[in-house]
C-alpha cells in the first residue's frame, strides 16, 4: 500500500504508462472495468480533480457529504478462477496431443518441427495460471490504491468537510475486500485528519450494503431463480455469441463443442483481470477484437440489467432501505442546520458494491433506456445509456453533498444538493440541472421516501404464483 500523503510524483509514476488492452478492449470491461476507464485523467496524473465541476453559489457551503462507494480492484472468485483452470487445463491437453502427434509423424529424426499451428493457443498454454481459489474476490494491491487515491481527490475537493478534527463516518459490507477498502480510504486521508480520532473503525453494515440478501422477494424471485435470467440465456445461444465461441475456438484450435459462452468469458475477463490487477496486457486478450468485446460486453451488461437493473421492480425497490437512510440524515444535517446546531454527521463514507450501487442508481432513475435490454436487440440497443463499465467500474462511487446557502433570508433555496457519480455531476431527472433545492429533490422522491417499505417490498407473495408470475 502507499504511505499516506506520499510524495505527487511517486503516485503518478504508479499510473503513468497503462497500457491498452489488445484492439481497444479495455472499454468493454463492464464491472470488471478500471476505473481509469470512467475518468482517463486520472492516467496522467491519479490527484487530477479532472475538468473543473460547476458547484452552487459561492455562498453556499457544503454541510455533508454522503459517499456510497464500489471497493476497489479485487481478484476473481473462487468459481472464475475454477472455470479458467478448466479452460487453461483443455487448452494444455489440446497442445500436449499436438506435440505428441508431432514427434510421431517426425519419427527418429531429429528436425525442428513445423511452427505451431494456433500460435494462441501455444501462447495460452504457456501463459502461467497464477490465480488461486483462496484469492477469491480479495482486494487487489491496485484496489488498496483505488481507494487511497479517491479519499485524497474527495479531500481535495471538499476541503471544509474534510478540514481536521471533523467527524467520519465509516461503515461497510461485512465482506473482506470492502472493509480493507474502507481501511485504505481512511489510509489515504493520512495522518494529519484527526476525523474523529487516529484509527476511525471501520462499522460492517450489511443491512444497507447488502441489502439485496436480506429481501426474501429478490433472493428467491431473481437470485436463485434461473428463470429470472432467460435473457442472459438466450443471449448466450444467440447468433452473436455462437460467432465468438466458434472464433475463439478455432482460435485455439479447439472442439467448438469444448467451448461455451461462460468459458469464452472467463477468457474475457481474464484478459481485465490481467490489465486492472497487474497493469500488463494478458495474452487472453489476443483472442478477441473490438466487436468481440461489445457482445461480451452486452453479455455482462444484461446480467446486471435483469438481476440489479431495471429487468424486475424488486432489484431496484429492494434498495430503498438505503436511498430512505441517506434522506434521513440529510434531513438531520438540514435540521441541525436551522437550530444553528454542529452538524453531528459531516462526512458518512459507505463502502459495498456494485450490487449495492446499480439497485439505488435505477431506483432513482438514472440511465434507463427506453427500450429494455434483451436477447434480440442487441444491434438496437448499441448507444445504450445502461453499460455497467461506465456507471460501476471498481472503485465507483455515489456522492451526495447537502450546502447550506446563505441567502439573508429563509428560502426554498436556502439547502441545495448535488449528486457525483465517479466524481462528475449527474443532471437531476426532474431539471436536467446539476444543483436541486432539497426541497425540489425531495418532492421528486416524495414516493420512494414515503411508500417503499423494505419489510412490504421484500416480503414473499403468500398466494401461490409461479415466480415468473410474480416478476
Known sequence: ALPAMAPVSALILLLLSVPRAGAGLSGYFGTKSRYEEVNPHL???????????SGPAPSCAPLQLRAVLRHGTRYPTAGQVRRLAELHGRLLRAQQAQQGQGQQGQGQ???PGPPPACPAAAALSAWHMWYEESLDGRLAPQGRRDMEL?????AARFPALFAARRRLQLASSSKHRCLQSGAAFRRGLGPDLSLGGDEVEVQVNDSLMRFFDHCAKFVALVEENDAAMCQVSAFKEG?????????????LCLPVEELNADLVQVAFLTCSY???IKNVTSPWCSLFTEEDAKVLEYLNDLKQYWKRGYGYDINSRSSCILFQDIFQHLDKAVEESKSSKPISSPLIVQVGHAETLQPLLALMGFFKDKEPLLATNFARQAQRRFRSG????????LLFVLYHCDHGNASRDEYQVQVLLNESPLPFLHSNDTISTYADLKDYYRDILENCHFKEECELPKVNVTAVDEL
Do not use: C, H, W
Not at 447468433?239 to 475463439?248: A, L, W
Not at 461506465?390 to 462511487?397: G, K, S
Open 43 to 53: 492516467v496522467r496524473d491519479p490527484l487530477s480533480l479532472g475538468p473543473a465541476v
Open 109 to 111: 529424426q531429429a528436425q
Open 150 to 154: 479517491l479519499a485524497r481527490r474527495m
Open 239 to 251: 447468433p452473436e455469441m455462437k460467432k465468438v465461441v466458434e472464433k475463439v475456438a478455432r482460435a
Open 274 to 276: 490481467e490489465l486492472a
Open 390 to 397: 461506465r456507471i460501476v467500474p471498481y472503485a465507483a462511487n
